[in-house]
């Protein structure tokens, strides 16, 4: 079984940071891929970001140069810095584990982001 929780969201103006946390607990194999998503009104869930276990990282378009997406292998962590926020980055942010041998797909309860301008 495993579990994530995701923290971090709140409320900024534009041009500032927030730094997301997602801790996960349980039996996480490699080779495996962590990532995340977000998820605006109206709108279809995207990726943001993610990072597979050998440590290879793609980012959306839109967040590339703004966002840095990083792990912790010895706290079982994955981050998600966002700089240079814009209004356009409001969303949930959900976390995102799958292991690819089991095709294990595990979602986190998502936090919100809301960027003001």
């Known amino acids: 079984q495993v579990q994530l929780v995701e923290s971090g969201g709140g409320l900024v103006q534009a041009g500032g940071s927030l730094r997301l946390s997602c801790a996960a607990s349980?039996?996480?194999?490699?080779?495996?891929?962590m990532g995340w998503y977000r998820q605006a009104p109206g709108k279809q869930r995207e990726l943001v970001a993610a990072?597979?276990?050998?440590?290879?990282?793609n980012y959306k378009d839109s967040v590339k140069g703004r966002f840095t997406i990083s792990r912790d292998n010895a706290k079982n962590t994955v981050y998600l810095q966002m700089n240079s926020l814009k209004p356009e980055d409001t969303a949930v942010y959900y976390c995102?584990?799958?292991?690819?041998?089991?095709?294990?797909?595990?979602w986190g309860q998502g936090t919100q982001v809301t960027v003001s301008s």
């Open positions: 349980g039996s996480i194999f490699s080779p495996n891929v």
């Open positions: 990072i597979t276990s050998g440590g290879t990282i």
């Open positions: 995102n584990l799958v292991l690819l041998l089991s095709y294990g797909d595990y």
